[in-house]
């Protein structure tokens, strides 16, 4: 499974890149906001910065509704740099925006996916990945985990390449599960992803090794 960052912090991005785990990274324009990014040129610029530290795919989200200026802006942000993924929600206008991308070779992630139908209409829409929002799901006494399980499986019956990228993941447990029901990638906040590596086992465990090797260094 991949792993993506979900956010627009240079900083966190840095942080999980260095751990030489980070497969790329999601924003949504909420997570833009949050950093304080105004006007195209500010935009244009972060996306570059975030594509400077990561290796990998960088989803950028179209920030109009309507099917001429999605198409518009989505060419422009996969013109900044090639690890560009034109991010674009799953509407009317948006499934018809992500069959112009692809059949243009513009790479596609559909967002704000809650159900398998949205999903289905993306994948033969030709979307590299569609993000079901799991917590968001949760949040509303649904089973965000379900749906990610659900998309996988028609999937794979049906043989669309398109990857599932379970999102609005909100804990570690939230990513094991999506690793267990065969999610392709999840993106995480910072903290669920080094949440992974807590276990007092290991911290107990270390614990001991450290006053052992004090005693061999004496
Ligand atoms: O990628 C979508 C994700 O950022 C939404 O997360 O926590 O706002 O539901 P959340």
Same mark, same amino acid.
């Given at each position: 499974?991949?792993?993506?960052?979900?956010t627009?912090?240079?900083d966190?991005?840095?942080?999980?890149?260095?751990?030489?785990?980070?497969?790329?990274?999601?924003?949504? %324009?909420?997570?833009?906001?949050?950093?304080?990014?105004?006007?195209v040129?500010?935009?244009?610029?972060?996306?570059k *910065?975030?594509? &400077?530290? !990561?290796?990998?795919?960088?989803?950028?989200?179209?920030?109009?509704?309507?099917?001429?200026?999605?198409?518009?802006?989505?060419?422009?942000?996969?013109?900044?740099?090639?690890?560009?993924?034109?991010?674009? %929600?799953?509407?009317?206008?948006?499934?018809?925006?992500?069959?112009?991308?692809?059949?243009?070779?513009?790479?596609?992630?559909?967002?704000?996916?809650?159900? !398998?139908?949205?999903?289905?209409?993306?994948?033969?829409?030709?979307?590299?990945?569609?993000? %079901?929002?799991?917590?968001?799901?949760? *949040?509303?006494?649904? *089973?965000?985990?379900?749906? !990610?399980?659900?998309?996988?499986?028609?999937?794979? @019956?049906?043989?669309?390449? @398109?990857?599932?990228?379970?999102?609005?993941?909100?804990? @570690?447990?939230?990513?094991?599960?999506?690793?267990?029901?065969?999610?392709?990638?999840? @993106?995480? %906040?910072?903290?669920?992803?080094?949440?992974?590596?807590?276990?007092?086992?290991?911290?107990?465990?270390?614990?001991t090794?450290?006053?052992?090797?004090?005693?061999? &260094?004496?």
């Amino acid at each position: 499974m991949k792993f993506f960052i979900d956010t627009a912090n240079l900083d966190q991005i840095r942080q999980a890149n260095e751990l030489g785990i980070l497969d790329g990274v999601t924003t949504n %324009p909420s997570l833009m906001a949050k950093e304080g990014i105004k006007g195209v040129a500010a935009i244009r610029q972060h996306y570059k *910065d975030i594509c &400077n530290i !990561v290796d990998g795919d960088v989803s950028a989200e179209v920030l109009s509704c309507d099917f001429e200026s999605m198409i518009k802006e989505g060419e422009e942000l996969a013109a900044l740099d090639e690890k560009i993924v034109v991010k674009v %929600p799953c509407t009317k206008d948006g499934i018809r925006a992500v069959k112009y991308f692809t059949d243009n070779g513009i790479r596609t992630n559909c967002t704000l996916i809650f159900s !398998v139908g949205q999903a289905l209409l993306a994948a033969k829409a030709g979307a590299t990945y569609v993000s %079901p929002f799991v917590g968001r799901l949760d *949040d509303i006494s649904s *089973d965000g985990v379900a749906l !990610v399980a659900q998309i996988v499986d028609v999937f794979r @019956t049906y043989g669309y390449e @398109t990857q599932v990228l379970a999102a609005s993941i909100r804990s @570690t447990q939230h990513i094991i599960q999506c690793l267990e029901v065969g999610a392709d990638v999840a @993106t995480c %906040p910072l903290n669920p992803i080094l949440g992974l590596l807590n276990h007092p086992l290991t911290d107990r465990g270390l614990e001991t090794f450290m006053k052992d090797a004090a005693k061999m &260094n004496q």
